[in-house]
C-alpha cells in the first residue's frame, strides 16, 4: 500500500465539479443556440455533466478515504503561484482522516442535491445556470477543506462566499432575494476582515502560510506577547480565525444573514445549510485545533459564542411558520452545538457532529422542499396538514430527519449530539456552566420546534386547498416565475407525492441518518480515526491540555449500551417532553399556543423581531456605514479630491495664467523693456554679491 496519495487524484476530485460547472455555465447561455437553457438538449447537457463530475468526485473520495484508513496521505504542492523571498504563495493539498471524510460528505451531499434538483428546478428559466453554480460550489469547498495553506483556504473561502451570493439571490428579480444576498455578502465580510487579520498576524509571526510550518513554530507563538497589550498573539490570532468562523458558520450575532438565505431555491439552502458553506467555520477551526488548544482564552470565547447561538437561535424556530426557516433556525442552533463542541476542546466530537448533521439536515432541507412542491409552493405550515397520507416516503423520511435532529437514540443525531452534552460537562473551561445549561435546553427547545413543524405539517386537519389560507408577514410580494415562492393549492386540489428524483435522495440520504452515528462514533471519537494518514503529527487534534475526552472514552462502552444508558439521563427525557408538549399544543389544544401568544406579546414581538439583531444591524451599522460614506463622499471625494486636488488645481493653473497673459502683449518695445529691466536686475544682483562670480 503507497503512503503518499496520488496528487493527480486528487486534482481530479476537486476539478471534476469545476469542470461541469464550466459545461454547464456556457450550455446556459445563447451562445450555444440550441443547447440553451431554453432548450431541452442544453438542460441534459447540463445536468449530465454536473451530475457525472460531482459523481465522479464522490467514488474517487470513498477511495481516497479507504487509502487514508489504510495509512496514506499526502501533504504537498500542486502550483507554485508565487515567491515573495522566502513566501511561497502555492496551490497545495493536505489530505489526512479529517480532509477525507470531509471530502466523502460534501461530495455525497452535493451529488443529492444536484440528483434532486433535476425535479426541483423542472421549468426554471435559470435551469442550466443553477447546476453551474451548485457544481461551482462542490469545487469551492473541495478546494477549501483540501488546503495546506492559508492562501488556497482564503480561496477557498471567499470562493463559497461568492457562490452563496449567487445563489441566494438565485431570482434576482424578486427584490427580497437581491436583498438576502447583499446582506449574506455583506455580514460575511465583516467576519471575513476578522479572518485576514488572523492570517496576517500568523504569517507576520510565523513567516509562513503553510500549515506545517505555522503549526511547528506554535510553541514559540505561543510565548509572543500582542504589541502594546497584555494579550498573548496567539490568542488574539486565533479570535480573529474564530470570528471568521463566526461570519461563514452563523454564529451569534453574525447569524442574521442565513435566515434570509432561504430565498434561494430549497436545493440550495440544503447544500449551504448542510455540507457546505456553513460548516466551513467549524472544518476550519477543527484544522486549526493546535493554535486554538493553546489559548484557553480563544477556547472560552468560542464556548460562550457558541452555547448563545445554540440556545437563543432554537428559541427564534419555535415561532417561524416557513417550513423552511424553522429548518434553517435549527442550522443555526446544531452549529452552535458544534461550536461548542470546539470550545471544550473536544474538536473530533465537533466534527463528529458535523458529519452526521449534514446527512439529516440535508434530508430536512430535501424533505421541505418535497412539501413544497406537494403543496405547489406554499410554505407556511399552517395552510397543510395531514400530509402524510398523500407524500408517504416524503412523510417518513421527514420523520427520520425530525428523530435524528432531535438526538433520538440510535439515530444518526443522538450520538454526536449526547457527546457533546457529555463534553461540555467535563469541561472546566470559562463558560462550560452556562455552555452546559444552553445545550442541555437546546434539547427541548429543538424537540419542540422541530415536531411542531412535523405535526403541522403531516398530521393533524388538512387545512390546504381553503379560500382563507396564512402568509407570513415577510412573504408579502407574489411572483410569477414559477419558483420556489408562495402560491398554494387550489380549493379542492390535493397534494401528491414527488416525482422519483426527488424522492430518491430523501431515502439514500435517510439511510445514513439512521446509522452513521453508530457505525462511525467509536472510531471518529474515541479509536485511531483521526490518525490515519496524518501528514504531520501536529495536526492530530485530540485536545492536548484539556481531557474532555478522556473522561468521555472511560465513559464509552458501546454504541448499544450509549443508547441504553441515555434512558436515565435527563436528556433523553427532555427531547421526550418537547416533542410530547408539541403534540398537546398543536395536535390537541391549538388554542393554548395562541393564547400564550396573546398573553406574552412582548415575548413573542421579541422572537418575532429576531431579537432586533436587524434592525439594530439597519439602525447602527447601516446607518453608521451611509453616515461614514456620505462623509467621505462630500468631505473627502467632493471637497478634498475634487475641490482642493483636481479643482482646486485647475483653478491655480487659471488664476497663473490668467495674471501672466498680461506679460504678453505682443508688442515688441515691451519685450526690450522687459529684456532692459531684467539686465539691470542681473547686474544689480551681481555688483552686490548676491550672485556670486568666479
Known amino acids: 500500500m503507497a503512503t503518499t496519495l496520488n496528487p493527480n487524484l486528487l486534482l481530479a476530485i476537486s476539478l471534476a465539479p469545476l ?23 442544453g438542460r441534459i447537457v447540463a445536468h449530465s455533466a454536473t451530475i457525472l463530475g460531482v459523481a465522479i468526485s464522490f467514488v474517487l473520495s470513498l477511495l481516497v478515504l479507504r487509502d487514508v484508513m489504510d495509512g496514506a496521505s499526502y501533504n504537498g504542492t500542486v502550483y507554485e503561484w508565487m515567491a515573495i523571498g522566502s513566501l511561497k504563495m502555492e496551490v497545495g493539498f493536505l489530505v489526512d482522516s479529517l480532509t477525507a471524510m470531509m471530502m466523502v460528505v460534501v461530495t455525497f451531499v452535493s451529488l443529492m442535491v444536484h440528483i434532486y434538483t433535476v425535479g426541483y428546478m423542472q421549468g426554471d428559466h435559470g435551469y442550466n445556470r443553477f ?32 457562490v452563496s451570493y449567487l445563489l441566494i439571490g438565485f431570482w434576482y428579480t424578486r427584490p427580497t432575494a437581491i436583498f438576502a444576498n447583499l446582506k449574506a455578502f455583506l455580514v460575511n465580510r465583516v467576519g471575513d476582515f476578522g479572518f485576514i487579520l488572523g492570517i496576517g498576524l500568523l504569517l507576520a509571526y510565523s513567516g509562513s502560510m503553510n500549515y506545517s510550518d505555522v503549526f ?24 480573529c480565525l474564530f470570528i471568521g468562523a463566526m461570519g461563514k458558520s452563523a454564529q451569534f450575532p453574525l447569524h442574521v444573514w442565513l435566515p434570509d438565505s432561504m430565498e434561494g431555491p430549497t436545493p440550495i ?21 493546535p493554535l486554538f488548544e493553546l489559548s484557553d482564552t480563544a ?54 457532529h458535523l458529519m452526521t448533521h449534514a446527512f439529516f439536515k440535508a434530508l430536512l432541507f430535501l424533505g421541505a422542499g418535497s412539501v413544497i412542491i406537494g403543496m405547489h409552493h406554499d410554505q407556511d405550515i399552517r395552510n397543510m396538514g395531514g400530509l402524510r397520507k398523500y407524500m408517504p416516503i416524503t412523510w417518513i423520511t421527514s ?105 430518491l435522495p430523501l431515502v439514500l440520504l435517510a439511510i445514513p441518518s439512521v446509522i452513521i452515528g453508530a457505525i462511525a462514533i467509536e472510531p471518529m471519537l474515541f479509536g485511531d ?71 406574552f406579546s412582548g415575548l413573542y414581538k421579541l422572537l418575532d423581531n429576531k431579537y432586533y439583531m436587524d434592525a439594530i444591524n439597519q439602525v447602527v451599522f447601516a446607518r453608521g456605514a ?39 502683449s505682443g508688442y515688441i518695445y515691451h519685450y526690450a523693456f522687459a529684456m532692459i529691466i531684467g539686465m539691470l536686475v542681473l547686474l544689480t544682483l551681481t555688483v552686490t554679491g548676491v550672485i556670486g562670480t568666479k
Request: net charge negative; proline share 3%; with cysteine.
Open 19 to 41: 469542470a461541469g460547472a464550466a459545461i454547464a455555465g456556457l450550455f446556459g447561455t445563447k451562445f450555444f443556440g440550441s443547447f440553451s437553457s431554453e432548450s431541452r438538449g
Open 131 to 162: 447546476f453551474a453554480y451548485i457544481s461551482l460550489f462542490t469545487f469551492s469547498m473541495l478546494m477549501l477543506v483540501m488546503s495546506n495553506n492559508f492562501l488556497q483556504l482564503f480561496f477557498g473561502w471567499e470562493a463559497v462566499g461568492l
Open 216 to 239: 511547528a513554530a506554535r510553541e514559540n507563538l505561543a510565548t509572543v506577547v500582542f504589541p502594546g497589550t497584555d494579550w498573548m498573539m496567539l490568542t488574539v490570532a486565533c479570535i
Open 269 to 289: 439552502s440544503a447544500l449551504i445549510h448542510a455540507a457546505t458553506m456553513v460548516t466551513a467555520g467549524i472544518f476550519m477551526v477543527a484544522r486549526m485545533s
Open 299 to 352: 477556547l472560552s470565547f468560542v464556548l460562550v459564542i457558541g452555547a448563545i447561538t445554540a440556545l437563543f437561535m432554537g428559541f427564534l424556530g419555535i415561532i417561524q411558520n416557513d417550513i423552511k426557516r424553522v429548518v434553517a433556525y435549527s442550522t443555526l442552533s446544531q452549529l452552535g452545538y458544534m461550536t461548542v463542541a470546539l470550545g471544550a476542546s473536544a474538536y473530533s466530537v465537533a466534527v463528529f
Open 399 to 503: 420523520l427520520v430527519g425530525s428523530l435524528a435532529l432531535i438526538g433520538t437514540p440510535f439515530f444518526a443525531g443522538f450520538y454526536s449530539k449526547d457527546s457533546i452534552i457529555e463534553a461540555v460537562a467535563e469541561s472546566h473551561i470559562a463558560g462550560s456552566g452556562f455552555a452546559y445549561f444552553a445545550v442541555l435546553a437546546g434539547v427541548f427547545v429543538t424537540a419542540f420546534y422541530s415536531f411542531r413543524m412535523y405535526f403541522l405539517v403531516f398530521h393533524g386537519e388538512e387545512r390546504f386547498g381553503k379560500p382563507h389560507l396564512h402568509h407570513d408577514h415577510h412573504e408579502e410580494e407574489e411572483e410569477s416565475h414559477g419558483d420556489d415562492h408562495h402560491h398554494g393549492l387550489a380549493p379542492g386540489e390535493k397534494p401528491h407525492e414527488s416525482p422519483w428524483v426527488v424522492t
Open 529 to 599: 480515526f483521526f490518525k490515519h494518514g496524518v501528514a504531520f503529527k501536529e495536526v492530530i487534534f485530540v485536545g492536548e491540555n484539556h481531557h474532555a475526552m478522556e473522561e468521555l472514552k472511560e465513559a464509552f462502552h458501546g454504541w448499544v449500551p450509549m443508547a441504553l444508558h441515555s434512558l436515565t439521563t435527563p436528556v433523553l427525557w427532555l427531547a421526550i417532553a418537547g416533542v410530547v408538549l408539541s403534540w398537546f399544543f398543536y395536535m390537541k389544544r391549538p388554542d393554548i399556543p395562541e393564547a400564550i401568544k396573546q398573553r
Open 626 to 664: 451611509r453616515l461614514l460614506g456620505t462623509g467621505l463622499w462630500k468631505g473627502g471625494d467632493q471637497g478634498l479630491i475634487d475641490g482642493v486636488f483636481v479643482n482646486g488645481s485647475a483653478r491655480v493653473v487659471a488664476s497663473f495664467a490668467a495674471a501672466s497673459r498680461y506679460l504678453q
